[in-house]
């Protein structure tokens, strides 16, 4: 891959202050997924009711406006300790210790003479949600031989106490050479493959006839996990094949 490809957006947690505003102790809460998430849900919902009773009850009654409204975020995110990217401790046994680090999001911790989970911000790319993390769910899914946690996915809510606008993030200008193929060939030159639900990077090479080459075309795509590829992801299954090829 081309040393000026574009590095892969991860989204991230953040602890924010009390008021909602600024990052705080990054160097020890803060914590980057280790996969990005397929999709991202977002829920509106205005604070309604019926008016007291008196009048005409006939036809439907109208409802009124009664509060600012709720706004939530819903998030599933994997981990797997067997597809841990390159630089990452390879010493991790079980998945729990890369997953505690959401779950710290929704343990309260003590302010004043009350209890409350800390404040917030999930940042991924151009989009940014504050809030306070309602919910979690955490489903082990593969064990090691020993009974070791090994794969999980997370699911949780973030939750705010308003609707707003929408906030874009700024994000980074893409390095030039960006706008080209895994394989170095220009944007939208080159067909990818878009990857079907629940495939593998070896069996999407198999079926193009390139299944010896499948770990190669992988690390040029810069695919973190070829054991379980996105729905729609695309694959340019020429990106590799090249590489220490002179011209």
Do not use: C
């Not at 680090?101 to 999930?122: E, M, N, Q």
């Not at 306070?132 to 809510?157: D, H, K, N, W, Y």
């Not at 010896?212 to 990106?239: H, K």
């Amino acid at each position: 891959m081309s040393d000026d490809a574009a590095p892969l957006a991860k989204a991230k947690l953040l602890q924010l202050d009390a008021r909602f505003e600024n990052p705080i102790d990054e160097d020890t809460t803060s914590t980057v997924v280790q996969f990005n998430p397929e999709t991202l849900k977002v829920t509106y919902a205005n604070q309604v009711q019926q008016p007291p009773g008196g009048g005409d009850k006939r036809g439907t009654p109208h409802q009124q406006f009664v509060g600012a409204g709720t706004t939530k975020l819903a998030v599933q995110l994997w981990f797997d300790v067997t597809g841990q990217p390159e630089g990452q401790d390879k010493a991790v046994d079980d998945v729990r210790k890369l997953t505690e680090k959401v779950a710290f999001f929704i343990t309260p911790k003590k302010s004043g003479d009350t209890f409350l989970p800390p404040a917030v911000r999930f940042l991924w790319g151009s989009f940014r949600f504050d809030g306070i993390m309602e919910s979690m769910e955490e489903s082990l899914e593969l064990f090691s031989a020993e009974g070791l946690p090994l794969r999980a996915s997370v699911s949780f809510t973030l939750s705010q106490q308003k609707i707003d606008t929408f906030f874009f993030e700024k994000t980074a200008e893409p390095p030039a050479g960006a706008g080209t193929t895994p394989s170095g060939r220009p944007a939208g030159t080159a067909p990818m493959t878009p990857a079907p639900a629940g495939s593998t990077m070896q069996g999407l090479a198999a079926e193009q006839g390139m299944g010896a080459n499948w770990q190669v075309i992988a690390s040029a795509n810069g695919i973190e996990n070829p054991r379980r590829l996105a729905a729609g992801q695309l694959v340019d299954l020429q990106a590799g094949l090249n590489l220490g090829v002179k011209r």
